[in-house]
C-alpha cells in the first residue's frame, strides 16, 4: 500500500476548527479522546470499518474532514453506544458519528455505504408519509434504489405469509402534522448549510448537550 | 511624614519586558510619603538587598516597598533584610507586579498602569504599618507519626536517630504497610520483606520510639509545638507485656475468616497476627468474628494460652499525650475495581488486581509463592495486564496517573516469565518509567522476558470455556485484537487511603478534590502542610512508590528534627487582636475560627459611679490563630483585627486603588 | 399504576405478538395502559442518522401527547424506548432546545413525561415478588439466555436503571417465573439491527457471535425485550446456520410470551406460530406446553 504524507500545517486552524464544530453539535469534548482504543475494541462493527472509531476520532481531531466524512465507518455505526458507555473520557462517540453523518449528508458528500444511506432514506420516506414506518413499502422502496432485488427475499416472503409484514401502511390521522415536521427541519437545515457556506455566525444555540 | 523606600525589580525580563520599570519609578516618586526610588534586575539577590539596605541607612527611610514577585516566594527573604538594616520586619510592603501583573498581562501600557496601581496600594498601605513583635512558645520535644508503613517508619528512625522520642500509632495490627505485602519490588527486584523487616524490627527495638499499633487519632488539640492528641488504644484482649506471640492461640482458634493482609486469597484466625513477621509479633482477637463475642461460648484460646495473657473484658482505652510535631504518613489504598463492569472484577475469579497479585507471588503468602489462579489453582500460561485501571479514567472518577502501576505491571511481567515462563500481554496507553533505572527495567521486561507490550485500552473481559478473553485495539496497527487469557491482572489506581478526609479535618489540614493531603507548596514546601507543625511523608500526599516514599519520610523528619532541636518557637505576629473595649462578647466570631483560636473570657471593668462589672468578650489564642482574618469580617462592632491587616490598612488599600 | 401504551411501529407489523402479550401481562399485573391516539414513529435509527432536531422531533410529538394525559410513557421496544428516553435526557436542562422542538412539532414540549421501558417497568415497578405470586405454570426446566441488546441499558446516563455490562433485571423476571438463567458474555452486545437490511452480511455475523455465545452457556433458547432483536435472532437464524454451517435452533422468546405461558395462558394465544424457530416444540419436550 502507498503511503501518502499528510501535510498537518496545510489544514491549519481549520483543523481545531473543525474538531471544535463536530463537538459543538455533538455535545461533547472532542478533544478530549486520548487515543485509547477503548471504542474500537467493544465496538462489534469495527471490523467492517474502513477506520476504528478511535480514528475517527484522531481525524476530527486534526481536522481531516474529508477522509471523517468519506469513510464508512459513520455508515456502518450501529448506534449501540457501546463506545460512549465506556470510553474513559467520557466522549460521545456514538453522537459524533450521528453528527457526521448528518453532516456528510447535508454537505452532499458521497456515501460510502450506498445501501445503509439508502435505507434511512427508505425508511423515513414511510414515516414521512404515513406517520409510521412502513416495513414493506421501506422495503420495496430500498430495494428499487439499491437495485438489490432479490436479496433477501426468502425472508420477506417468510414474514409475509406469517403475516408480520403488513400489504397496506398504517396512516395516522395526523400524519400530516408529522409531514410538517420533516418539513420545517428541512428548512431549517437548509438555512443552516446556507448560513454555513457564507460563513455567518451559527444558529446553533441550544443544539448542544446532545449527550 | 513617613520616609518611604520604594524598590522596583526587573525580575530579569520577567517583569521588566512587559511593565516599563522607568514609569512605575517616576509615578511612585510621586506617591505620599515616598521619600526614596530605586530599581534592580534581581531584587533578591545579595546585592539587590544590600542596595536595599543602604538605602534605609543613607536616605534614613522608616518604611519598604519592594515591588516585585509573590509575597509567598520573597515576603521573609526581605523582612530578613529591613531587620538586618535595623527597621522592624513588619515595616515591609510587597507589591507583587510579577505574579498578579506582568505574567498575566501581555499589554505593556495596561500592565504598566496596573503595575503603578499595585504599587500605590502598597505605599498607601505600609504608611499604616506598626512595628509588630514575635512572640516566643516552648516546645514539647515529642514527635507523632500517623501511619505505620514504610514512610512512618523511616522517618520515626531518622527522628530517633537524632535523639528526639517518637511515637508511631497504627491502626492495624502491626506496622508495615503495603510495603509488607509485596513480594519483589522494582527496579531492582529485591524482596520486600529482605529490606523491610530489619527496619521494622529496629523501630521496635530503638528506645526512643513507642510504637502503638491497632490504635488510631481521635483527637488533636493544641498548635505547633504544643500538640494534645488523644490516641484511642483499641482493645487487644491480649496483654503485650506477657504474650510471647508463641502462636498456639491462633493455632487453635476455631474461627476461619478471609485475611485482609492477603485480600481474601487466604484465611486467618478470629486471634490473629496480620503475618509472620508482623511488628508487634502479637494477636489481636478481632470482636466481630471471634465466636466467644458473638455467642459467649469458646474462649479456647484462652485455655490454650500458656502466658495467660488473653482477657476478654479489656476496653478500648483513651489516652492523652503532649507532642511539638507531627507526622501523616497514612499511605493509600488500592482502588477497588468494581466498578468496571466490562472488566468483570468480581463475576470473574481470575480476574485480580495487581496487589491480590503481589499476594499470589509471595512466597510467604497463602499459595507460598506458586502462582496458581484464583479460580480452579491451575498455573496460568498466558497473562493479560491491564493499565491504568482507574487511573487516567475521568468516567470512572479518578483524573490523575497512579504513577507505580507502569513499573508494577512491568515487575509482574517479569516475574510471570521468571517463575512459570508465563507470557504476560500488558495492555498500556503509555509507558511511564521516568526514574532512575526504570526504563531500563521496562526494557528487560519486554527485551529479556519478551512481555508482549499492546497499546491500547481493553474494552471487555468475558469468560469463554476456561479462558478470559480480552478485548482491544491494537492502536499502533489500528486492528482489533483479541487474547484469551488464563489470569487478567488489573493495574489498579493508587487511591486516598479510608477516611482520609476524616482524619484531615481532625488535624486541621487541606485535602484536595481526590483527597491527598495538600502539601504547603507543590514545589518549595512539599512536606509540609498549611498547618504549621504538622507535616506529609508517603503516599498519603499523592501516589508514589518506595524510593520516593523513603525520601519524601526523610525530609520530613528533618523538618521535625530542626523543628524540635530549637529551644522555643518564634510566633507570627500576625495574628487577630481583640479591641476588648468595643467588643460586644457576642462571639459571633468563635464559631467561625478554623483552628479553633477564640475563646470567650470575662473581663473586670470599672463604669461611672465607680462601680466593677463583669463583662463577656473575646479571646484569640495567638499561637493557635494562623491570621486567615474569617473572624475580623464576622465581627459586627469591628473589635477584630487582624494586625498587619487591620481594617484601617484595608481601607487605606481601597483609597489607594479608587480614589 | 397507570401509563401511556407506546407500541411502536413494529408492534403493529412484525410483533404482533409482542404487543398482544405486553396487554396480557399488564392486564394480570395490574398495570393500565392507555395507547397514545395518533402516535407517529419515533424515527428510530434512521432519524438521528439524518438529523439530531429530526430525532428529537418525532418522539417529542409522542412525549407531548404523553403529557397531555397526565402519565409517563412505556415502551415495549428497545429502540422506542432509548429515542424517547434520549429526548428527555437532552431536553431536560436545555429550555432553548426545549423551544426549538416544540416550534417544530406545532405543540408545547415541556419535558415532563417520563419515558420507560417495559422490562423496567415490569421488572422493577412491579417487581419479581408481584410477579411470582401470579404464576400458575413455572417455567421448570427451561434455560434460558437473557438478551437485553444495546439500546435497553445503554447509554448508562440516558437509561441508567439497570446495570449496563451485566443488567440483572430480566434474569431475575425469569427466574421469578421459574425458569433458570445462564450467565453468558454477550447480553448486551449489539445485534446490528439498523443495519439489517442494508447490510446483512455484517448482521448475521453479529447475530452468530450471539447465538454462540448463547449456545456455548447450555440455553435452551433466548428471552429478549426487542422486536428488532427478536427479528434478528429469530428471523435470522436459519440463514446464520446456513452462512456459518453452524446449527443451533435456538428458539427467541419475548419476554412477555414467557410471562403469559407461566400465567397460564393457552400457548395457542401467544403467536408461537410467528416464530421462525418454532418454540413449541422445545416447550413440549420440557414439559411446560
Ligand atoms: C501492586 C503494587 C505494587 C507495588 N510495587 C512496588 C514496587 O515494586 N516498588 C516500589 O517502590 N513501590 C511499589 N508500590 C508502591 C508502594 O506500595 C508504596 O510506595 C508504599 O507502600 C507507600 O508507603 P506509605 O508508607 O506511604 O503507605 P502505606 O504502605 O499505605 O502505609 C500506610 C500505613 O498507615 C496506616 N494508616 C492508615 N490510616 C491510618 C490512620 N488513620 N491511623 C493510623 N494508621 C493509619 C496503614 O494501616 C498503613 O500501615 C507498589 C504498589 C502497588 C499497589
Ligand atoms: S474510548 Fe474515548 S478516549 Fe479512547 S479512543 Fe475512543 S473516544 Fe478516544
Ligand atoms: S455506537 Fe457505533 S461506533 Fe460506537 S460501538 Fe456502537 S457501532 Fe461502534
Ligand atoms: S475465643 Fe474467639 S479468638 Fe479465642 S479461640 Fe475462640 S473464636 Fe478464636
Ligand atoms: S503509572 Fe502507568 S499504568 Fe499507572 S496510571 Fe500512570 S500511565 Fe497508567
Known sequence: MEMEVLNLTAVGPAGPAFAAQVGAEAGTNAFSCYQCGKCSAGCPLSYAMDYQPRQIMRLVQLGLKDEALKSSTIWLCASCATCTTRCPREVQIAAVMDTLRAMARREGYPYKERSVAAFHRAFLNGVASGGRAYELGMILGYKLSTFEMFKDIDLGLTWLRQGKLKLLPERIKGSASVRDIFEKVRKLEQEEVARQREGRPAAHEGMEGHS | MRRVGVFVCWCGSNIAGTVDIEQVKAAAAKMPNVAYVEDNKYTCSEPGQAAIQKAIKEQKLDRVVVAACSPRMHENTFRRTVGGAGLNPYLLEIANIREHCSWV???????????????????????????????????????????????????????????????????????????????????????????????????????????????????????????????????????????????????????????????????????????????????????????????GKCKACQMFCPTGSISFDQKDELVEEKFGAIIVATGYEQWDPSPYGEYGYGRYKDVITGLEFERLVNASGPTEGKIKRPSDGKLPKDVVIIQCVGSRDEAKGIPYCSKTCCMYSAKHAILLEEKIHAHSYVFYMDVRTPGKGYEEFYKRATEEHHATYIRGRVSRVYQKGDKLVCLGEDTLLGKKVEVEADLVILASAMVHQNGASKLAQTLGISYDQNEFYTEAHAKLRPVETNTAGIFLAGACQGPKDIPETVAQAGAAASKVISLLSKPKLETEPLVAQVNEAICSGCLWCKPICPYKAIDGKVVKERIAGGKTIERPVAAVNASLCQGCGACTVACRTGAMNVLGFTNEHILAEVDALCL | MKYAYYPGCSLHSTATEYDATTRTVCQTLGVELEEIPDWNCCGATSAHATNHLLSLALPARDLAKAEQMGLDVVAPCAACYNRMAQTIHETKDNEVLRGRVSAVIGADYEGTAKAKSLLEVLAADVGPKVVEAKVQKPLKGLRVAAYYGCLLVRPPAVTGWDDAENPQSMDKLMTALGAETVDWSHKTECCGASLTVSRTDIVLKLTRDILDAAKAAGADALVCACPMCQANLDGRQGAVEKTYKTNYHLPVFYFTQLMSLAFGIEPYKLGFARHSIDPRELLHTKEIA
Open chain 2, 105 to 295: 498581562h501581555p499589554d505593556k501600557v495596561a500592565g504598566t498602569r496596573k503595575a503603578v496601581d499595585l504599587v500605590r496600594r502598597a505605599v498607601y498601605k505600609v504608611a499604616k504599618n506598626v512595628p509588630l513583635q514575635r512572640a516566643s512558645i516552648d516546645v514539647t520535644k515529642r514527635a507523632l507519626i500517623i501511619g505505620g508503613g514504610i514512610a512512618g517508619i523511616q522517618a520515626a528512625l531518622d527522628i530517633a536517630d537524632a535523639g528526639q522520642p517518637v511515637v508511631v500509632v497504627e491502626k492495624t495490627p502491626s506496622i508495615g504497610g503495603h510495603m509488607a505485602q509485596l513480594d519483589k519490588t522494582f527496579p531492582t527486584l529485591d524482596c520486600s520483606a529482605c529490606i523491610l523487616t530489619p527496619k521494622m524490627v529496629d523501630a521496635a527495638q530503638n528506645q526512643n520510639i513507642t510504637l502503638m499499633t491497632w490504635s488510631e487519632v481521635e483527637k488533636v488539640d493544641g498548635y505547633i509545638g504544643n500538640f494534645t492528641v488523644t490516641i484511642r488504644k483499641k482493645a487487644r484482649h491480649v496483654d503485650t507485656t506477657k504474650c510471647t506471640g508463641c502462636g498456639i492461640c491462633w493455632s487453635k482458634c476455631p474461627a476461619k475468616v478471609s485475611s485482609e493482609f492477603d485480600l481474601g486469597i487466604g484465611k486467618r484466625k478470629a486471634i490473629y497476627v496480620p503475618f509472620p513477621q508482623a511488628i508487634p509479633n502479637k494477636p489481636v482477637i478481632d470482636e466481630k468474628n471471634c465466636i466467644f463475642f458473638k455467642t
